[in-house]
């Protein structure tokens, strides 16, 4: 069997706005972008889907969302039918994306590209990206290089191998065909309100998840000054 991660933990608890700064950063960035009813948008990761049903409730756009997680695809599908939203949804994963080249003219991604192979998904996003398309990308970084011991202990809660700096990030986008890659917003994860709007119920959860919940909350206090977010704007 395998081990249980920290994306099934989120899935699991059905946690909404599972990225750093939540959905008040998801408001503040998705309010003024040169969108309408005309954009095709892939939000790639989706979770529970609520920042594509924003989207869509301001917008109005052509949204379609993917994930690889079964139940945040239940999760998101159910969000779609109850708020009637023609949002279409599919199981892929960011470092496959079943889209044809020149596909859409913006790319989301809220705290997803860090759990993939970064390569990969960014040559993907590059590909299925209309030429002037833009992509706009809540990652995890590192505020300096880790130690070795400290990417293991990473690894071992978020599945994630490797972490990287602001600069390395904007290298691989660079390397990806992007251009002017700003970086709109940041912080360490000390300086922002915790990412969820919900907290669990200890009483419902089953070890595993209990265990890996507080080595999640453990991460966060051990790795606060030193594990951070930026939000990068690209163009293709
Ligand atoms: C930290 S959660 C963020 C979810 C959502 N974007 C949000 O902000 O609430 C990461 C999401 O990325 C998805 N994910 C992880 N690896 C993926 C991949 N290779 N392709 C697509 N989605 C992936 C997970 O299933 C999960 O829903």
């Excluded at 994306?97 to 859409?104: G, K, Q, R």
Aim: glycine share 4%.
């Amino acid at each position: 069997m395998r081990n249980f991660t920290y994306i099934d933990l989120l899935a699991f608890l059905e946690i909404e706005d599972a990225h750093p700064g939540g959905f008040e950063l998801t408001k503040r960035l998705f309010n003024n972008l040169p969108l309408s009813s005309e954009s095709k948008i892939l939000e790639v990761g989706c979770g529970s889907g609520k920042t594509a049903s924003y989207l869509y409730h301001l917008y109005k756009s052509d949204i379609t969302a993917i994930d690889i997680n079964r139940k945040m695809l239940r999760k998101a599908m159910q969000r779609f039918k109850h708020e009637q939203v023609p949002i279409k949804l599919h199981a892929a994963s960011a470092e496959n994306l079943p889209f044809s080249n020149n596909s859409f003219d913006v790319i989301i991604s809220e705290s997803v590209t860090s759990f993939t192979n970064v390569k990969k998904s960014l040559n993907e996003y590059s590909r299925v990206l209309n030429d002037n398309g833009f992509i706009l990308a809540i990652e995890m970084t590192t505020e300096r290089l880790l130690l070795e011991d400290e990417q293991n202990e990473i690894e071992s809660v978020y599945g994630i191998k490797q972490t990287y700096t602001e600069n390395e990030w904007i290298s691989f986008i660079k390397n990806a065909g992007f251009k002017n890659i700003k970086v709109i917003a940041g912080n360490t994860i000390s300086n922002v309100p915790s990412s969820s709007s919900s907290s669990p119920s200890f009483q419902q959860l089953p070890s595993s998840i209990l265990s890996m919940y507080y080595k999640h909350q453990e991460i966060l206090f051990r790795f606060g000054y030193i594990l951070g977010y930026r939000v990068f704007l690209c163009h293709k």
